[in-house]
């Protein structure tokens, strides 16, 4: 399904909302899909019909597309099919057995016949992403409708596109999703992190002294970005995923200037070379965690060609705090990846990442426990497994435990079996994205067993604001206290302070307070409302190194969710919170196009 027929299907299904008003790439654009996808049930997708850059008075021709997977709806609606279904479709092909009799032989055929169309096809011919073509000095990237999301940005980027590599050898082939900036007409940041397939394959051509080949593409179906998200294990074709959903085989035709094959039916290819002598700086970017990453050396590519079809569309989407439509692709990755875990995790019986844990930063998961120790087993088996070991934080619950997605029910059943014996700290790798670490791509590890079932003491209970009054006599920099879950044996008190030491120092004093605490949580007083769990759990679990800020006793357990500065020791430089240019919020609101309900901009920190 092209692009265009998916904006006419998104239309018919009243699912598209269609903006006409001349709106600026840099900053308007991103800035209305940031706050549409944050509406309940995801806003509707959008189409920016005249796209325009107001700094040099450029008008674009193509229009821009946005929010398309941001509601359970949509996504579905671009699966073509019940998400679930695909789940059960590849749990079925894991477990596969060789027939026993002629009757299964003949009930197996079904299924061998309907995988012949798992395996991407290449065409002969050109596609119809080359009928429009751009090579030597025709090649432009400013003619494309490039976004600049936010304000600290290092320029433009391309946030939705399909990046296809390919090993040194030829036999392997790639398609990940990586944010791309735009040096000038012809330059290209790679933001491709080591522990990337690309990164892998970068690393062969850099050996052998080569240029490495890049093909980008942009729009046609949906999936194919989709895909580029996948998780799959080191060197499968993540356009297998594809055929498996579509239950046809993806076409694929030749780039022009370089050996890579893309889907025919993409909106723009942008196809170039990377030396891999030559790197550059990139960013900073506001990225899903919500915080800009930093500048940093990646690989550059030289474009040689931009290709299109004649009325193509130009997709992106907007990162930054959730939830976003990250959220809802993320949501189809967790279920349709579900049986690949299990293959690892057989006891495993659910998994779920919720939104403000902004995926790598927290994972609930509910097992089968057979035995002592099996919840630590599995946390060392999520660790060790490709893109799930960039997770930080993982939460094991027993199968009695309530519904991954019930947080409420799912928390004070936590909360009421609990002691400190729960915890268990380890490390291992980061996201290159992860800011709170004391060094870059190595850090602190959380795991908490919620499979046994202890019986915690309850603290003495008090009223809020004698708990400040209490917290305040021991500890100078508190500003301020609030109580979560307190009808439960593990109350949880957020406390808000003005940092001018390490909170290392200040665990000991909490001692004195045993008889009222249980788990404490301190964030800084500054952006931070205690008063909003959903934004707490979003900065909390982005601050934290469990290796650095996780302290406890017998009876207290105290987190530090504070930026950590110099006080800490801490000499990485720490980024900012990614957030709108109020000007430009104001100027779509009298526009009339910002209509997101001020509760909501509130709840999310917009």
């Not at 004698?466 to 949880?492: C, D, S």
């Not at 302070?497 to 964030?523: D, G």
Request: charged share 25%; net charge negative.
């Amino acid at each position: 399904m092209t692009l265009e027929k998916t904006i006419d299907l998104l239309h018919e299904k009243g699912e598209l909302r269609i903006i006409d008003t001349p709106l600026d790439i840099k900053l308007e654009i991103p800035h209305l899909a940031y706050a549409e996808v944050k509406k309940e049930h995801g806003g509707k997708a959008l189409l920016f019909t005249h796209p325009v850059d107001k700094a040099t008075g450029q008008k674009f021709e193509t229009p821009v597309v946005m929010n398309l997977f941001g509601s359970f709806r949509r996504t579905e609606l671009l699966f073509g099919r019940d998400v679930e279904g695909v789940a059960s479709e590849i749990e079925k092909l894991l477990h596969m057995k060789p027939p026993q009799s002629f009757k299964e032989k003949i009930g197996m055929l079904g299924d061998l016949f309907a995988m012949k169309d798992i395996f991407p096809k290449k065409l002969k011919t050109r596609g119809s992403c080359q009928e429009i073509v751009h090579q030597g000095e025709e090649v432009n990237l400013y003619d494309l409708p490039i976004l600049t999301t936010w304000e600290e940005d290092g320029g433009p980027f391309i946030t939705m596109g399909q990046v296809y590599t390919q090993s040194l050898d030829g036999e392997m082939v790639n398609l990940g999703m990586y944010r791309l900036q735009v040096y000038d007409k012809n330059h290209l940041g790679m933001h491709w992190q080591i522990h990337k397939d690309s990164s892998h394959f970068f690393d062969q051509y850099s050996r052998a002294g080569k240029k490495m080949p890049v093909s980008i593409a942009i729009g046609g179906d949906p999936l194919y970005t989709w895909c580029a998200t996948a998780p799959l294990p080191y060197g499968v074709n993540e356009l297998l995923l594809y055929g498996l959903i579509k239950k046809e085989s993806p076409k694929l035709v030749e780039s022009l200037t370089t050996p890579l094959f893309i889907p025919e039916d993409v909106d723009f290819v942008i196809e170039g070379w990377v030396d891999t002598e030559k790197l550059r700086i990139e960013g900073p970017f506001g990225d899903h965690t919500g915080y800009y990453t930093l500048k940093e050396h990646y690989p550059e590519l030289e474009v040689s060609a931009i290709t299109s079809c004649k009325k193509p569309y130009y997709l992106a989407t907007v990162v930054g705090k959730p939830p976003l439509e990250d959220k809802y692709m993320g949501w189809a990755t967790e279920r349709v990846f579900l049986p690949l875990l299990k293959t690892n995790a057989a006891d495993l019986i659910d998994y779920h990442m919720p939104e403000n844990g902004v995926f790598h930063n927290l994972i609930l998961a509910k097992m089968k426990p057979l035995y002592k120790g099996h919840a630590k087993q599995f946390m060392h088996i999520f660790w060790g497994s490709g893109q799930m070991s960039f997770v930080k934080h993982a939460l094991f619950f027993g199968e009695d435990a309530p519904k991954l997605t019930n947080y409420e029910a799912l928390i004070a059943y936590a909360l009421n079996r609990f002691i400190p014996k729960c915890l268990f700290v380890s490390e291992g790798i980061t996201d290159a994205l992860d800011h709170s670490s004391p060094e870059s791509l190595v850090g602190g590890k959380l795991g908490i067993d919620f499979t046994a079932s202890y019986s915690p003491v309850a603290p003495e209970s008090i009223e809020s604001s004698v708990m400040v009054e209490k917290l305040r006599a021991i500890l100078p920099e508190v500003v301020g206290a609030t109580q979560y879950m307190r009808h439960t044996a593990n109350p949880i008190t957020v406390v808000s302070v003005q940092k001018n030491r390490s909170l290392k120092e200040c665990f000991n004093a909490l001692e004195k307070l045993s008889s009222f605490l249980r788990i404490v949580i301190f964030v800084d007083e500054a952006k931070n409302d205690i008063h909003n769990p959903y934004m707490l759990l979003w900065r909390v679990s982005n601050n934290i190194d469990a290796s650095r800020d996780l302290y406890y006793s017998d009876s207290i357990v105290a987190i530090d969710g504070t930026m950590k500065t110099e006080v800490d020791g801490f000499e990485r430089e720490w980024p900012g919170d990614v957030e709108c240019t109020p000007s430009v919020v104001e100027r779509l609101k009298a526009l009339s196009l910002w209509d997101l309900d001020p509760k909501l901009e509130k709840k999310y920190q917009v």
